[in-house]
């Protein structure tokens, strides 16, 4: 066990002590006496595995150099032990709730601060070890969460002879736009997983109704229309992850109230719906359809921007209306 301490001590016959105990116990140790040497020290950017400070120095407290360390990124997890020659509760107290793990009480038993000292660097080393742990397990359980949902989507996508990627697509446009929106990392990732699922309620929808060539009976499209709600409901039953239905249920609604299922009009939408109806639209403008070939991109572009404040969300509309301009070679469309 290599371990490094930084002691900060105004004392030099402390210093002495604590320098004699670890330099026999084989811990790497640096000894400062002063604020300006522990700032140098920190500038350096050198990890040590734990800092032992003196609570009352001339220049500088101990909890003045522990909230620092406290702020500093690199070494906000390194555990702090103060030493001491108060019997004052309140100190203690005070150091507790500001992030120090223990106190040592001056003058101390060589035998004590040793073991102290490298029981709080092993607890340490192992929460540290163990959030590691966790980290690399929550992020397989992630990347393999990922890759049911895009099995999913792929799996409804099939359904559909005419279309090869049309969630993944719609999931990176309504992603795209919640980026430029302001959305979080966080909710632009939520807005990738609902495009990604939000046509799932087509998978109970007849085949031969979702490849017909002609156009649809009444009857069938008034099944077609189903898939919004059959999607929520399948969603819904997801109780880690609830907001998956809201794309899936409301991005066939119109920012004018004439959509479906549910007839919501305006900021009544939720604004996942709202971006991922404008993606699921452009798409499907994009892409060879069974009565159809991809449209031309200036017809696209015609088109959102006609229906902007009708269908869309003028403040999507216009996101999308500039990628549109941006993409000046056609890329965003069906390989």
């Known amino acids: 066990m290599n371990e490094r301490i930084v002691v900060v001590d105004d004392d030099r016959m402390s210093l002495r002590m604590v320098r004699r105990v670890f330099d026999k116990a084989g811990i790497e140790g640096h000894y400062l006496s002063c604020e300006k040497e522990f700032a140098d020290f920190m500038d350096g950017k050198v990890v040590p595995d734990m800092f032992l400070l003196d609570v009352h120095m001339p220049d500088v407290s101990g909890f003045d150099l522990l909230k620092r360390i406290k702020t ?33 009480r001056k003058p101390f038993a060589a035998d ?37 949902v895009q099995a999913l989507a792929a ?51 007849q085949d031969s109704i979702i490849n017909k060539a002609g156009r649809l009976t009444d009857d069938e499209y008034a099944a077609i229309k189903t898939h919004p709600a059959v999607g929520s409901e399948i969603l819904g039953n997801i109780s880690d992850y609830p ?36 993606a699921d639209t452009y798409d499907a403008m994009t892409s060879n359809r069974s009565y159809r070939n991809a449209m031309e991109q200036n017809k696209v572009r015609a088109e959102i921007e006609r229906c902007r404040g009708s269908q869309f969300d003028p403040r999507f509309a216009d996101i999308m209306l500039q990628m549109i301009d941006e993409d000046t070679e056609y890329r965003m469309r069906e390989d």
Do not use: C
């Open 243 to 278: 907001e998956l239905a809201v794309g899936a249920r409301w991005h066939h609604e119109r920012f004018d109230g004439k959509g479906y299922p549910d007839g919501l009009k305006g900021e009544d939408i939720p604004e996942v719906a709202r971006i991922i109806a404008v």
């Open 155 to 205: 799996s409804v996508d099939a359904k559909d002879k005419y279309t090869h990627g049309h969630s993944s697509r719609v999931a990176a446009y309504s992603r795209e736009i919640a980026g430029r929106a302001g959305f979080s990392e966080e909710e632009q990732d939520g807005i990738y997983m609902m495009g990604l699922l939000h046509d799932v309620g087509k998978i109970g929808i």
């Open 72 to 104: 500093e990124p690199l070494y906000r997890n390194v555990p702090v032990i103060f030493l001491t020659g108060d019997e004052d509760v309140r100190t203690e107290t005070e150091g507790l709730h500001a992030g120090a793990s223990d106190f040592i």
């Open 112 to 148: 004590v601060l040793l073991k102290r000292v490298r029981n709080t660097i092993e607890l340490n080393r192992l929460h540290n070890n163990m959030a590691h742990e966790i980290r690399v397990k929550t992020e397989k359980l992630s990347h393999a969460y990922i890759q049911i």
